[in-house]
């Protein structure tokens, strides 16, 4: 009994610090492609850079596990969680500043993520994460109001970011219900994601990387496709099987305090009350749900 004890200790320990990897390559991304996005790097660009150099990267792997990556399922995942994910993500950082990405991208996944994991995976959260999640959603809506009623051209970005947490969201929980390998998974978001654009990406060549320096791009192309895809996904992967897919994503927002410490000295963004009130409230309920004792049932 002792030894099953210090070995599920051992598990939930490892969970974490593959989460904690997670929450650190996530703050990253959010930097890096912003500052790609100011740099004039494109969205198709962006998507290419990131997913192409991943394919040509991991292609050696890609092939010895084709049986595993190619079929309907696996496809489906890596279209959601790889393409339809990074198209809204990358178009909200085109227009919206990296302190919103930090705040509503981790902000608002433990939200969809709770909510479709209660609904598709029949797991039950506690009154402690639903406080949590409430509190978070009130930070989230201050900094949406705050977008609207301010008249700026954020709305489009912070839409985009919404939609995005969607699509995480789904790609989470149906990682865990179908119970794919998270380096299989890694694999068939590079694949299914690089197949599918790489077609249009070609209509547009002539557009490629204008006015982009040679070392943003080798910036991007490692960050991209080997820490953000690479290592985030089988980081991301791992901690969602072993810590469960509500206590992963609620694990995200502890990303908006790393990522908004950087995002205003690094860019210039300027701190605005419901940014403030967002942080706040998305950090507060970060604790609510995940430090205060969970185990209670409804």
Request: glycine share 8%; proline share 4%.
């Amino acid at each position: 009994m002792k030894g099953r004890w210090q070995h599920s200790n051992k598990l939930i320990v490892k969970g974490y610090v593959f989460a904690l990897t997670s929450v650190l390559v996530w703050t990253g991304f959010i930097l890096i492609s912003r500052a790609g996005a100011l740099a004039a790097l494109s969205l198709p660009d962006m998507m290419m850079v990131r997913f192409g150099t991943a394919f040509l990267v991991f292609f050696p792997f890609i092939w010895i596990h084709r049986k595993a990556i190619f079929q309907v399922r696996m496809m489906l995942l890596g279209s959601i969680g790889g393409l339809a994910y990074s198209l809204s993500v990358f178009n909200g950082f085109q227009s919206a500043p990296a302190t919103h990405a930090a705040l509503l991208l981790p902000g608002l996944m433990p939200i969809m993520i709770a909510v479709l994991a209660y609904f598709w995976a029949g797991e039950r959260h506690s009154r402690f994460a639903w406080m949590g999640i409430g509190i978070s959603s009130l930070g989230i809506f201050a900094l949406l109001l705050e977008t609207l009623l301010s008249g700026v051209s954020y709305w489009v970005g912070d839409v985009s970011f919404v939609v995005a947490c969607l699509f995480w969201g789904i790609f989470t929980v149906l990682l865990r219900r179908w119970k794919f390998p998270p380096w299989h998974a890694t694999l068939g978001v590079i694949t299914a994601t690089t197949l599918l654009f790489t077609p249009y990406y070609l209509t547009r060549l002539s557009h490629a990387f204008n006015d982009v320096s040679h070392s943003m791009i080798a910036l991007q192309a490692f960050y991209q496709a080997i820490m953000a895809i690479a290592v985030q996904f089988v980081c991301y992967g791992k901690a969602v099987h072993i810590l469960g897919a509500t206590k992963m994503g609620a694990l995200m927002a502890l990303v908006p305090l790393l990522a908004s410490m950087f995002a205003v000295p690094l860019f210039g963004e300027p701190v605005t009350s419901g940014l403030l009130i967002a942080l706040v409230c998305i950090c507060v309920g970060t604790i609510v749900g995940n430090v205060l004792p969970l185990r209670r049932p409804f």
